[in-house]
């Protein structure tokens, strides 16, 4: 069986979008499965990584022509069409059994013009904004239902909604009992803050900012982690050398679910590591950093499953962070179990 991801990461978009289709690849690869990548050289792009993996990127340039048709059309690099057709020169020598698009910027009129070339499509989406043309659809949206894409996608579509589904690497299953054991005693130890792969804004330095003035406890340990495509990242390492408590910033980790089992408490934005965070209960401090993040944070917000909050608001929560802590970590642990991925699976072989 073959597989073919078309999924893009550059400093704009970040890199959820082929974090989360790597977790997929590997565990098809598991299975046997001839895994593929198709992505656009954009700036701050995962091509490397991918490769790292063990994957084979066909590689796309990025263009100046683009549409305007879709929200995010401005990230494709290109105009849907001509995207189609790169594609296209690509899928010739052999079609493909799925094609799986994790894009905001490609809709159903890149993937009928694809049809001929796959037998089956999956769309990992997040958004619910734009219709597609396919056979399997996955939104791993805590509070997502099958109604907010009944006029989105075919009637014989099967649609994977929920955090259930969510795509997390075997790793987070493996720590999460261990994390939500260590949760019983109501420490306050260990700080991690991780705002994205990318964080162009650099939200990362302006909660760096706020700790200066934070009155934490004596012997708090803070760790950053950031990609190393991360605009910012001279400048945090910089900021966080100034800080009074003991801190280290990390590039690039590759062991996140056992940094985040042994933190106390989490400084993080909404996207794609919510759900990491959450199947390991830890209580996190949660910003809005891009506006497709707000279904996310305000649906689990209201569960009490993070402390969605302003960046002034920072500091407050963490000094009251006795009153919230255990609630919202027991809240969160209840929005995923880490064992989506083998949900996702059953679906494609």
Not at 116 to 141: G, S, W
Not at 151 to 174: C, I
Not at 263 to 285: H, K, M, Q, V
Request: glycine fraction near 6%; aromatic fraction near 8%; include cysteine.
């Amino acid at each position: 069986m073959k597989i073919v991801f078309r999924v893009d990461s550059s400093l704009q978009m970040g890199v959820g979008h082929v974090m989360r289709c790597l977790t997929l690849a590997q565990a098809l690869k598991d299975n046997g499965v001839n895994v593929e990548f198709i992505c656009r050289k954009h700036k701050g792009n995962l091509i490397d990584k991918i490769y790292s993996n063990g994957f084979n990127v066909h590689e796309l340039e990025v263009l100046e022509e683009i549409d305007d048709k879709l929200t995010h059309s401005h990230w494709l690099g290109a105009a849907q069409q001509q995207d189609a057709d790169d594609c296209i020169d690509i899928f010739k020598v052999k079609k493909t059994d799925w094609l799986i698009v994790d894009h905001y910027a490609l809709d159903d009129q890149w993937q009928k013009r694809l049809k001929p070339y796959y037998e089956k499509l999956m769309v990992i989406d997040d958004l619910a904004d734009r219709k597609h043309q396919c056979d399997v659809l996955l939104d791993q949206n805590f509070g997502r239902s099958s109604q907010d894409y009944k006029y989105l996608v075919p009637t014989s579509a099967n649609l994977l909604m929920g955090s259930e589904y969510a795509l997390l690497r075997p790793e987070f299953e493996k720590y999460r009992q261990y994390s939500l054991n260590r949760r019983k005693d109501e420490k306050f130890k260990k700080l991690l803050i991780n705002m994205g792969g990318t964080d162009t804004d650099n939200i990362t330095g302006k909660v760096i900012e706020r700790l200066q003035i934070t009155k934490l406890p004596k012997d708090v340990e803070i760790t950053i982690v950031m990609g190393k495509t991360a605009p910012h990242l001279a400048s945090v390492i910089i900021s966080a050398n100034k800080l009074p408590h003991r801190s280290e910033v990390k590039v690039d980790v590759d062991n996140m679910a056992e940094l985040m089992a042994n933190a106390d408490i989490a400084i993080g934005a909404s996207g794609a590591t919510t759900w990491e965070r959450c199947c390991l209960g830890l209580p996190t401090i949660q910003l809005i950093t891009a506006y497709n993040q707000e279904f996310i944070a305000s649906k689990l917000n209201k569960i009490n499953a993070i402390k969605l909050v302003e960046i002034d608001d920072v500091v407050e929560n963490l000094e009251n962070f006795q009153y919230w802590m255990k609630s919202t970590g027991e809240s969160a642990s209840k929005v995923t179990n880490g064992s989506g991925i083998k949900h996702v699976l059953e679906c494609l072989v």
